[in-house]
C-alpha cells in the first residue's frame, strides 16, 4: 500500500523511524507543533498510531508507515519517494531492537545476530545514506542516527547488539564528513538507559537512567547545534573513556562478570 499524502502544507519536514517505540515517540512530541509534518515509522501500526493521534494533537499533520527495517531496500525506496513528494529538512533514525543472548546461552543465535545487524545498523545506514545524498543536493538537512553508550564496549552478552551499534557509530562519522561540506549535519547520539515500556521489560539494573522526554530533549538540542556526537547521561561518556584505558586483560576480566 502506498503512503497517504500529507493533508496540509509543513513549513518543516522530519521523518522518525521507531515511532511506535518511547524515544521515536518523544523525539516526534519534542518537535510537534503547527507548521511541521510528519513521516512516522514503526513496526507496531496500533501504537504508530497512537503516536500520530498525540503530533496532532499538539497541531502538526503526521503520515503514518509500517515497515520492517529487514527490508531495508523496500524502505529506502519508501523513504525517497515520501523525500520526492515532500522534502525533508531533519530525520532521526530511532528504530532498533535490544536482544540479548537468551538466559543459559553462551552466545547470542545466529538468526538474532543476523536481525540486530539488519535493523540497527544496515536499515538505518542505508535509509541515511540515501537522504543525506538527497539533503546535499539541496545543500541542507540534518540527520540523526540513534546509536548507544553499548556501543563503546564488547558485551558478552550482547555482542550482536553492542556490535551493531559500533558500527552505526563508525558510518555516521564517516556519512558526517562526506556531507557536512554541503550543508548537511550528521548527529550519533549514544544513549545510556532510557526509561521506556520497552526497557522496562527488562528486569536488569539500569543505572543512570533518564526520563525519555528528557533524553529525546538532549539528543534534539545536540542536533539543533550540529553536535557530532553525543553520549547521554555523562557518566557513560568516563566509562567509555576508561574502557579504552584498562589494560586489556583486566578490561577483559571485567566485562566477562558483566551480567546482563
Request: net charge positive.
Amino acid at each position: 500500500m502506498r503512503d497517504k499524502a500529507m493533508s496540509i502544507h509543513s513549513d518543516q519536514r522530519i521523518c522518525v523511524t521507531g515511532a511506535s517505540g518511547g524515544l521515536g515517540r518523544a523525539l516526534a512530541l519534542y518537535h510537534a507543533r503547527a507548521g511541521v509534518g510528519f513521516s512516522l515509522w514503526g513496526r507496531s501500526a496500533e501504537r504508530l498510531d497512537d503516536t500520530c493521534k498525540a503530533v496532532a494533537a499538539c497541531g502538526a499533520a503526521a503520515q503514518p508507515t509500517c515497515h520492517d527495517l529487514t527490508d531495508a531496500t523496500g524502505a529506502v525506496a519508501r523513504l525517497l519517494e515520501q523525500d520526492r513528494a515532500a522534502p525533508f529538512d531533519l530525520a532521526y533514525f530511532v528504530a532498533g531492537i535490544g536482544d540479548i543472548r537468551p538466559e543459559g546461552a553462551l552466545v547470542e543465535p545466529a538468526e538474532m545476530v543476523l536481525r540486530l545487524v539488519q535493523v540497527n545498523f544496515a536499515g538505518p545506514a542505508a535509509m541515511a545514506a540515501a537522504l543525506a545524498a538527497r539533503m546535499a543536493e539541496r545543500g541542507h538537512g540534518r540527520i540523526v542516527l540513534i546509536g548507544s553508550a553499548a556501543a563503546h564496549h564488547s558485551l558478552p552478552f550482547a555482542a550482536g547488539y553492542a556490535g551493531s551499534k559500533a558500527g552505526l557509530a563508525r558510518f555516521a562519522d564517516g556519512l558526517r564528513l562526506a556531507v557536512a561540506p554541503h550543508g548537511v549535519s550528521v548527529t550519533l547520539a549514544a544513549p545510556g538507559f532510557i526509561d521506556t515500556p520497552a526497557a522496562r521489560t527488562h528486569t536488569g539494573n539500569r543505572p543512570f537512567e533518564l526520563p525519555v522526554a528528557e533524553a529525546a530533549s538532549r539528543i534534539a538540542r545536540a542536533a539543533e547545534l550540529g553536535a557530532r556526537r553525543i553520549v547521554t547521561p555523562w557518566p557513560f561518556a568516563v566509562l567509555e573513556a576508561v574502557d579504552r584505558m584498562l589494560p586489556a586483560a583486566l578490561r577483559d576480566s571485567m566485562l566477562r562478570r558483566l551480567k546482563p
